[in-house]
């Protein structure tokens, strides 16, 4: 028998494609990150309190009413307020100012001639260049007071308080100061003949350069009283004086 006729080779299969792996499925879509949360509001600032309301002003003080007495020969008994007054160059001659408050008061070169003052608070007041001759200025108050270049003939002062009182070259040609306090005062270049000044205390007062002719110290106290300079001391009468002034001492 003839050999069965060859067969040709079976022709290679064709490799099948390698499987593509399946695809991932897509990653779940993630949500939005949160918005961050607004900042918080600054806080305000509390509102402010309102300045409190200031008091209305206070009304002027109403007129002195004393001021409408101010002439020659006035009675101010039934007014005894003149304190802080303005009187300057008034006219005052011979007027009753017994008691009166005329503290801090302003009297340069007012007329007082002959003018009762008793006991009158003048304490602190202005009386430069003041006319007070023949005024009586019986226990007077008259600390701290100013009277430079005033006139003082022939008034009387007794018992009057002149503590630290400034009389710098005033005349005071036979005054009276007896009894007086006038501590400290200043009476320096002031005319003072004749002055009276008996009893009186004058520690640590000043009569630099001050005319004494005749003055009478008679009993006073002059502890460290100042009498450097004072002209015609020599007159003066310092009988039972107590105290040691300074300068020009003992008299010649």
């Known amino acids: 028998l003839p050999p069965p006729p060859l067969l040709p080779p079976p022709s290679p299969q064709p490799s099948p494609p390698p499987s593509t792996p399946p695809p991932f499925p897509?990653?779940?879509?993630?949500?939005?990150?949160?918005?961050?949360?607004?900042?918080s509001p600054l806080p305000l600032p509390p509102p402010s309190t309102p300045p409190p309301s200031l008091p209305p002003p206070s009304p002027p003080p109403p007129p002195n009413k004393c001021l409408e007495l101010v002439?020659?020969?006035?009675?101010?008994?039934?007014?005894?307020?003149?304190?802080l007054a303005d009187l300057r160059l008034r006219q005052l001659a011979k007027a009753k100012l017994d008691h009166v408050d005329a503290s801090r008061a302003c009297l340069d070169g007012a007329d007082l001639s002959e003018a009762t003052l008793h006991y009158t608070d003048l304490s602190g007041a202005s009386l430069d260049d003041v006319s007070?001759?023949?005024a009586d200025l019986l226990g007077a108050k008259l600390a701290g007071a100013s009277l430079q270049h005033a006139e003082l003939t022939e008034s009387i002062l007794d018992l009057a308080n002149l503590?630290?009182?400034?009389?710098?070259?005033?005349?005071?040609?036979?005054a009276s100061l007896i009894l007086a306090n006038a501590q400290g005062a200043n009476f320096s270049h002031a005319d003072?003949?004749?002055?009276?000044?008996?009893?009186?205390?004058?520690?640590?007062?000043?009569?630099?350069?001050?005319?004494?002719?005749?003055?009478?110290?008679?009993?006073?106290?002059?502890?460290?009283?100042?009498?450097?300079?004072?002209?015609?001391?020599?007159?003066?009468?310092?009988?039972?004086?107590?105290?040691?002034?300074?300068?020009?001492?003992?008299?010649?």
């Open 192 to 252: 003072m003949q004749g002055a009276k000044f008996i009893n009186a205390n004058l520690e640590g007062a000043q009569f630099t350069g001050a005319d004494l002719r005749l003055a009478d110290f008679t009993r006073a106290i002059i502890e460290k009283a100042d009498f450097t300079g004072a002209r015609h001391i020599e007159t003066a009468l310092f009988t039972l004086t107590t105290g040691t002034p300074v300068g020009a001492w003992p008299p010649p």
């Open 132 to 134: 007070l001759y023949k």
């Open 163 to 174: 503590n630290g009182a400034s009389l710098q070259t005033s005349t005071m040609q036979r």
């Open 26 to 39: 897509p990653p779940p879509s993630l949500p939005p990150p949160p918005l961050p949360p607004p900042p």
């Open 71 to 83: 002439r020659p020969g006035a009675d101010f008994s039934s007014c005894l307020n003149l304190r």
